[in-house]
């Protein structure tokens, strides 16, 4: 009996073993044949030798405006103008779904880009229409073609020999993103240089996803829900005027997350938004008359007694009474009645109606102050 159960354990571990054997085998193959396949893609395509090319710089933020800039030398892509000369027509004489081309600098990344009907085709079919494995590069099938989108998503397979989107697991390193912070994708219009400034995990059902932003507002709540998301600190801060490319890929542990790496495309600004309104601090304007403040130009210094509280200049009143009595005082009680025709002093510039012009200028605090803007 027990030699029975023994027997059978055997046989059964020994199927086991052939089973794993051959889907390892089968696996293996399938890996060569894609390798193959899209080796004759960048044949087909013509893809240009990248090896020489200097490494693309990580982009630095941009410094804050100042009055006098510093003259910088225009930086000319080279992985851009080399990448723009690639005819897709080859590629797309065998499959119409090709949209362009997809690079990552000095990666594996570097493969045609599709677009299906749905999002499931391409999980196991290559560019050739051929069951694999590995699947293809491809555009998520609700995204505009043209990329035009807010937020283009793009889908791989993270491949246990590094084919395909494997390599975008090494983007939880900094380092890593310092030496390759751009992508590149390459269509009918030219070469797009995207740049990446985060790398997360998400899980399927989360925001980043999300593919509709009716306005600018939700497009900065998603930039903000990215920024805080990412393990890696790239400087780079997306605006709602530019393109975000999210790459897809999973995990390697499990299927209710997967991990994304984002970059961005830099967009024009429109000349609306350029405008920035001029601020101006309103003043409430001082009564007619009322004391504008201690200005004091050319060392001129004004009694503050001079002013009067309701803007009119006080002149002092010469009372008759008083004088009659220093006027006995000092002419043994000989009462001198006062000039009736005499003038009480004035302050210079004083108008008809009693109110003060004085020739020293205020502030002018009744006109509008021009604040610089922020």
Not at 86 to 93: K, N, Q, S
Not at 168 to 197: M, R
Not at 214 to 230: G, H, M, V
């Amino acid at each position: 009996m027990r030699s029975n159960i023994r027997k059978l354990l055997i046989a059964v571990l020994a199927l086991v073993l052939c089973v794993s054997a051959v889907m390892l085998i089968r696996q293996t193959l399938q890996y060569r044949e894609g390798e193959a396949e899209y080796a004759e893609a960048e044949a087909l395509v013509e893809l240009p030798d990248l090896s020489q090319l200097e490494p693309a710089p990580a982009l630095e933020p941009e410094p804050e405006e100042t009055e006098e800039p510093e003259e910088k030398p225009v930086y000319i892509d080279p992985y851009a103008g080399a990448l723009a000369a690639m005819d897709f027509t080859a590629l797309r004489e065998v499959n119409s779904d090709v949209l362009g081309w997809i690079l990552i600098p000095g990666t594996v990344i570097s493969y045609p880009l599709l677009q299906g009907d749905d999002n499931s085709y391409y999980l196991n079919h290559t560019w050739k229409k051929w069951t694999n494995v590995v699947g293809s590069i491809f555009l998520e099938c609700q995204n505009s073609p043209g990329l035009s989108d807010f937020n283009t998503v793009v889908y791989g397979h993270r491949m246990n020999n590094g084919s395909m989107f494997a390599s975008l697991k090494y983007y939880k390193q900094q380092s890593y993103w310092a030496q390759h912070p751009k992508v590149y994708i390459t269509d009918d219009n030219g070469a797009h240089c995207y740049e990446i400034f985060a790398a997360y995990e998400i899980s399927t059902a989360g925001d980043t996803y999300k593919l509709s932003f009716p306005t600018d507002q939700s497009k900065q709540a998603y930039i903000d829900y990215c920024l805080e998301k990412s393990v890696i600190d790239t400087g780079l801060t997306p605006t709602v005027y530019d393109k975000i490319l999210t790459l897809s890929t999973c995990t390697g542990n499990g299927h209710a997350t997967r991990w994304v790496v984002q970059a961005l495309l830099r967009g024009e600004v429109p000349p609306a938004a350029q405008e920035q309104p001029e601020e101006t601090a309103e003043v409430p304007a001082e009564s007619a008359g009322e004391a504008a403040g201690p200005a004091q130009p050319s060392g001129e210094t004004v009694p503050s007694g001079e002013a009067a509280s309701d803007g009119e200049s006080t002149a002092p009143e010469t009372d008759p009474a008083a004088e009659a009595a220093e006027s006995q005082a000092g002419s043994a009680g000989e009462v001198q009645p006062a000039e009736t025709g005499q003038d009480a002093p004035q302050v210079s510039g004083q108008g008809p109606d009693g109110e003060a012009q004085s020739s020293v200028q205020s502030d002018q605090p009744g006109q509008s102050a021009q604040t610089a803007p922020e």
